[in-house]
Protein backbone atom coordinates (compact mmCIF):
# COMPACT_ATOMS: atom_id res chain seq x y z
CA UNK A 1 0.00 0.00 0.00
CA UNK A 2 1.21 3.37 -1.12
CA UNK A 3 2.46 5.98 1.72
CA UNK A 4 2.65 8.96 2.59
CA UNK A 5 3.80 9.54 6.12
CA UNK A 6 4.62 12.76 8.52
CA UNK A 7 6.64 12.16 11.19
CA UNK A 8 4.34 13.83 14.19
CA UNK A 9 0.48 13.21 14.58
CA UNK A 10 0.68 16.34 17.03
CA UNK A 11 3.52 18.84 18.17
CA UNK A 12 3.26 21.46 20.51
CA UNK A 13 6.35 24.22 20.03
CA UNK A 14 6.84 27.56 21.42
CA UNK A 15 6.53 30.83 19.99
CA UNK A 16 9.75 31.67 18.51
CA UNK A 17 11.35 27.98 17.76
CA UNK A 18 12.25 26.78 14.45
CA UNK A 19 9.81 24.08 13.51
CA UNK A 20 10.85 20.71 11.24
CA UNK A 21 7.63 18.63 9.94
CA UNK A 22 8.72 15.79 8.02
CA UNK A 23 7.11 14.44 5.07
CA UNK A 24 8.35 11.09 3.67
CA UNK A 25 6.57 9.01 0.89
CA UNK A 26 7.66 5.76 -0.70
CA UNK A 27 6.35 5.68 -4.29
CA UNK A 28 9.10 7.60 -6.03
CA UNK A 29 6.89 10.31 -7.19
CA UNK A 30 8.43 13.68 -8.66
CA UNK A 31 5.88 16.09 -6.94
CA UNK A 32 5.26 17.16 -3.07
CA UNK A 33 2.96 19.36 -1.29
CA UNK A 34 2.98 20.70 1.90
CA UNK A 35 -0.85 22.54 2.53
CA UNK A 36 -2.47 24.07 5.60
CA UNK A 37 -5.80 23.11 6.74
CA UNK A 38 -8.25 25.50 9.07
CA UNK A 39 -11.21 25.07 9.85
CA UNK A 40 -13.65 27.41 7.20
CA UNK A 41 -10.28 27.72 5.25
CA UNK A 42 -10.19 24.51 3.52
CA UNK A 43 -6.47 23.39 2.27
CA UNK A 44 -4.52 26.47 1.42
CA UNK A 45 -0.70 25.42 -0.46
CA UNK A 46 1.84 26.50 1.56
CA UNK A 47 5.14 25.06 -0.58
CA UNK A 48 5.76 22.66 -3.49
CA UNK A 49 8.12 21.31 -5.15
CA UNK A 50 8.59 19.07 -8.62
CA UNK A 51 11.99 17.22 -8.02
CA UNK A 52 14.72 17.00 -6.06
CA UNK A 53 15.91 20.47 -4.87
CA UNK A 54 13.46 22.31 -6.45
CA UNK A 55 10.89 24.19 -4.74
CA UNK A 56 8.24 26.50 -5.66
CA UNK A 57 5.83 28.92 -3.56
CA UNK A 58 2.42 28.51 -2.71
CA UNK A 59 -0.32 30.62 -1.93
CA UNK A 60 0.64 31.22 1.63
CA UNK A 61 4.53 30.99 1.88
CA UNK A 62 5.22 33.46 4.73
CA UNK A 63 6.93 32.48 7.38
CA UNK A 64 7.87 29.03 5.95
CA UNK A 65 10.65 27.40 3.77
CA UNK A 66 11.45 23.92 2.87
CA UNK A 67 13.69 21.52 1.65
CA UNK A 68 14.01 18.63 -0.89
CA UNK A 69 17.44 17.00 -0.93
CA UNK A 70 16.05 13.73 -1.48
CA UNK A 71 13.12 12.53 -3.79
CA UNK A 72 11.07 10.49 -0.79
CA UNK A 73 11.39 13.67 1.89
CA UNK A 74 10.30 17.04 1.99
CA UNK A 75 10.52 18.91 4.85
CA UNK A 76 8.45 21.97 6.00
CA UNK A 77 10.42 24.83 8.28
CA UNK A 78 8.69 26.97 10.26
CA UNK A 79 11.63 29.67 10.97
CA UNK A 80 9.82 31.15 13.61
CA UNK A 81 6.88 29.61 15.02
CA UNK A 82 4.17 32.22 15.62
CA UNK A 83 0.56 31.32 17.18
CA UNK A 84 -1.01 32.44 13.69
CA UNK A 85 1.05 29.11 12.46
CA UNK A 86 -1.13 26.73 14.70
CA UNK A 87 -2.84 24.58 12.50
CA UNK A 88 -3.12 20.88 10.79
CA UNK A 89 -0.19 20.63 8.41
CA UNK A 90 -1.00 18.30 5.29
CA UNK A 91 1.54 16.66 2.73
CA UNK A 92 0.98 15.35 0.10
CA UNK A 93 2.45 13.67 -3.38
CA UNK A 94 1.90 12.71 -6.69
CA UNK A 95 3.73 11.15 -9.83
CA UNK A 96 4.33 13.77 -12.80
CA UNK A 97 1.30 13.47 -14.85
CA UNK A 98 -1.16 11.85 -12.73
CA UNK A 99 -3.11 14.43 -11.22
CA UNK A 100 -4.35 12.72 -8.11
CA UNK A 101 -2.42 13.17 -4.86
CA UNK A 102 -1.41 11.16 -1.91
CA UNK A 103 -2.25 12.28 1.61
CA UNK A 104 -0.41 12.40 4.46
CA UNK A 105 -2.52 11.57 8.29
CA UNK A 106 -1.11 15.45 8.94
CA UNK A 107 0.92 17.10 11.62
CA UNK A 108 -1.35 19.41 14.26
CA UNK A 109 0.81 21.94 15.42
CA UNK A 110 0.18 23.91 18.24
CA UNK A 111 2.06 26.96 18.83
CA UNK A 112 1.73 28.23 22.46
CA UNK B 1 -6.92 32.87 -10.78
CA UNK B 2 -8.99 29.71 -10.45
CA UNK B 3 -11.16 29.40 -7.46
CA UNK B 4 -13.19 26.45 -6.10
CA UNK B 5 -16.71 27.10 -4.17
CA UNK B 6 -18.78 25.17 -2.24
CA UNK B 7 -22.06 26.12 -1.30
CA UNK B 8 -22.78 24.89 2.03
CA UNK B 9 -20.36 25.08 4.99
CA UNK B 10 -21.98 22.77 7.29
CA UNK B 11 -25.25 19.79 6.13
CA UNK B 12 -27.26 17.94 8.57
CA UNK B 13 -28.76 15.13 7.33
CA UNK B 14 -30.66 11.93 9.16
CA UNK B 15 -29.69 8.54 7.92
CA UNK B 16 -31.79 8.06 4.85
CA UNK B 17 -31.78 11.15 3.84
CA UNK B 18 -30.31 12.14 0.32
CA UNK B 19 -27.39 14.17 -0.44
CA UNK B 20 -26.31 16.75 -3.00
CA UNK B 21 -23.24 19.10 -1.82
CA UNK B 22 -22.39 21.82 -4.47
CA UNK B 23 -19.17 22.88 -5.74
CA UNK B 24 -18.20 25.48 -8.43
CA UNK B 25 -15.45 26.18 -10.26
CA UNK B 26 -13.77 28.67 -12.00
CA UNK B 27 -12.05 28.34 -15.41
CA UNK B 28 -12.68 28.56 -18.11
CA UNK B 29 -10.75 25.66 -19.74
CA UNK B 30 -10.14 21.89 -19.82
CA UNK B 31 -10.35 20.81 -15.68
CA UNK B 32 -9.73 17.86 -14.39
CA UNK B 33 -12.37 17.14 -11.08
CA UNK B 34 -11.95 15.76 -7.53
CA UNK B 35 -13.96 15.33 -3.98
CA UNK B 36 -11.72 14.43 -1.51
CA UNK B 37 -13.35 12.97 1.93
CA UNK B 38 -11.64 13.16 5.52
CA UNK B 39 -13.06 11.47 7.92
CA UNK B 40 -12.66 12.02 11.76
CA UNK B 41 -9.28 11.90 12.52
CA UNK B 42 -8.22 10.09 9.47
CA UNK B 43 -6.29 11.52 6.61
CA UNK B 44 -7.60 13.12 3.22
CA UNK B 45 -8.94 10.25 0.84
CA UNK B 46 -10.14 10.40 -2.97
CA UNK B 47 -13.75 9.56 -3.44
CA UNK B 48 -13.96 10.20 -7.17
CA UNK B 49 -12.65 12.30 -10.04
CA UNK B 50 -13.50 13.12 -13.41
CA UNK B 51 -10.61 13.31 -15.91
CA UNK B 52 -13.33 13.31 -19.49
CA UNK B 53 -15.93 11.11 -21.22
CA UNK B 54 -19.40 10.65 -19.03
CA UNK B 55 -19.76 12.95 -16.88
CA UNK B 56 -21.34 11.20 -14.77
CA UNK B 57 -19.09 9.69 -12.13
CA UNK B 58 -19.56 6.96 -9.61
CA UNK B 59 -16.96 6.73 -7.19
CA UNK B 60 -16.47 4.61 -3.55
CA UNK B 61 -18.93 4.12 -1.14
CA UNK B 62 -22.11 4.45 -2.94
CA UNK B 63 -20.97 8.46 -4.13
CA UNK B 64 -21.52 9.66 -7.40
CA UNK B 65 -20.63 13.78 -9.35
CA UNK B 66 -22.19 15.04 -11.88
CA UNK B 67 -19.61 17.19 -14.59
CA UNK B 68 -21.98 20.23 -16.01
CA UNK B 69 -19.54 22.22 -18.37
CA UNK B 70 -22.42 24.62 -19.27
CA UNK B 71 -22.77 25.36 -15.60
CA UNK B 72 -19.10 24.77 -14.03
CA UNK B 73 -20.65 22.43 -11.39
CA UNK B 74 -19.47 19.14 -10.00
CA UNK B 75 -22.26 18.08 -7.44
CA UNK B 76 -21.21 14.91 -5.24
CA UNK B 77 -24.65 13.15 -5.00
CA UNK B 78 -25.73 9.95 -3.00
CA UNK B 79 -29.10 8.60 -2.32
CA UNK B 80 -28.99 7.52 1.17
CA UNK B 81 -26.61 8.86 3.51
CA UNK B 82 -25.23 6.61 6.22
CA UNK B 83 -24.22 7.77 9.99
CA UNK B 84 -20.44 6.68 8.65
CA UNK B 85 -20.96 8.99 5.82
CA UNK B 86 -20.38 11.75 8.33
CA UNK B 87 -17.18 13.24 7.41
CA UNK B 88 -15.64 16.53 5.78
CA UNK B 89 -15.71 16.79 1.83
CA UNK B 90 -13.82 18.54 -0.45
CA UNK B 91 -14.08 19.59 -3.63
CA UNK B 92 -10.85 20.43 -5.98
CA UNK B 93 -10.29 20.98 -9.18
CA UNK B 94 -6.83 21.13 -11.57
CA UNK B 95 -6.44 22.65 -14.97
CA UNK B 96 -3.31 20.81 -16.52
CA UNK B 97 -2.94 23.86 -19.13
CA UNK B 98 -4.12 26.49 -17.03
CA UNK B 99 -2.32 28.91 -14.38
CA UNK B 100 -1.42 27.00 -10.86
CA UNK B 101 1.12 25.05 -12.63
CA UNK B 102 -1.42 22.06 -12.83
CA UNK B 103 -1.80 21.82 -8.77
CA UNK B 104 -5.08 21.08 -7.34
CA UNK B 105 -6.95 24.15 -6.23
CA UNK B 106 -9.37 23.14 -3.16
CA UNK B 107 -12.31 24.43 -1.99
CA UNK B 108 -13.20 25.23 1.95
CA UNK B 109 -14.89 21.85 2.69
CA UNK B 110 -18.54 21.07 3.53
CA UNK B 111 -18.87 19.00 7.06
CA UNK B 112 -21.35 16.33 6.75
CA UNK B 113 -23.56 15.22 10.12
CA UNK B 114 -25.19 12.36 9.95
CA UNK B 115 -27.96 11.79 12.26
CA UNK B 116 -28.06 8.19 13.49
Known amino acids: DVKVTQSSRYLVKRTGEKVFLECVQD?????MFWYRQDPGLGLRLIYFSYDVKMKEKGDIPEGYSVSREKKERFSLILESASTNQTSMYLC???????????FGSGTRLTVV | AQSVSQHNHHVILSEAASLELGCNYSYGGTVNLFWYVQYPGQHLQLLLKYFSGDPLVKGIKGFEAEFIKSKFSFNLRKPSVQWSDTAEYFC??????????????FGKGTKLSVKP
Open chain 1, 27 to 31: MDHEN
Open chain 1, 92 to 102: ASRTQGNYGYT
Open chain 2, 92 to 105: AVNAPYGGSQGNLI
